[in-house]
């Protein structure tokens, strides 16, 4: 068996990187993994204020998670301890949690063990905040997909829209914004682009339009 191929997708939060990383992950025939899943998942299990835990108590939390991967594409499965993660962690409130504890190093260190250890057993599309930069630093395709803040704002405005519930287009700008501004003025593996990564300016483009450039990229 040859080694795994690694794409990795970075980018801010609301930029749209789960629905380009589950469609290239479908038409290369791999899974995709949403790391953002991952630390809103220990967010979630640990529950508010964990980020304010001692060391060692954060550390023995952890000892009990395991990870992990099945399925390709859009159906790609992410479990915790046999059990698929589910949609509670995808509120606004969870992301920032996650963000809150994405700052600790114990966490960072633990979690990137979990996810490299998943790009040494499968073939991924890997998308997060570091994955060219540090988790994944040899990784042969690398994107950045970025967008204006107002506009991450609006396409999450419409997405809740959609699916029935009711939202503030001027909260979530600042909640976007709130978690950015962590994200990437953290002092371990901030957000940012690797230099050998492509960038992907989103703002005026469709969906379609960004699945193309990924692909012909990686093609
Ligand atoms: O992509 P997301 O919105 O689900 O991520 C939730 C938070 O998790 C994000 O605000 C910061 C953190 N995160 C991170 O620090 N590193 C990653 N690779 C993925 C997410």
């Known amino acids: 068996m040859g080694k795994p191929l690694i794409v990795t997708i970075d980018g801010p939060a609301g930029v749209g990187k789960s629905t380009m990383a589950k469609r290239l992950a479908r038409l290369l025939g791999i899974p995709y ?14 529950g508010q204020g964990a980020w304010d835990w001692p060391e060692p108590k954060l550390e023995q939390a952890l000892a009990g998670f395991e990870y992990g991967l099945s399925g390709e594409g859009e159906d790609s ?11 509670e962690i995808r509120t606004e409130e969870v992301g920032m949690w996650a963000s809150n504890v994405a700052t600790l190093p114990v966490i960072r260190t633990f979690l990137k063990r979990a996810q490299q250890r998943l790009g040494e057993r499968f ?8 994955m060219g930069t ?20 609006r396409r999450r405005f419409l997405q809740l829209r959609d699916m029935g519930k009711p939202a503030d287009r001027a909260a979530l ?3 976007i914004a709130r978690r ?10 901030p957000l940012k682009a690797a230099d050998d990564a492509v960038v992907i300016d989103t703002t005026a483009m469709d969906r379609e339009q960004v699945l193309a450039a990924l692909k012909e990229a990686v093609a």
Not at 180 to 189: F, G, L, M, P
């Open 134 to 153: 540090v988790v994944f630093p040899d990784a042969p395709h690398k994107f950045f997909l970025d967008a204006s803040v107002e506009e991450r704002a």
């Open 77 to 87: 499965v992410l479990s915790l301890n046999g059990a698929p993660i589910g949609d």
């Open 180 to 189: 950015d501004a962590q994200d990437r003025n953290r002092a371990v593996a």
């Open 33 to 46: 993994l949403d790391t953002g899943a991952m630390f809103r998942s220990v967010a979630w299990k640990l």
């Open 173 to 175: 700008e600042a909640q």
């Open 123 to 130: 073939s991924l599309v890997a998308e997060g905040r570091d």
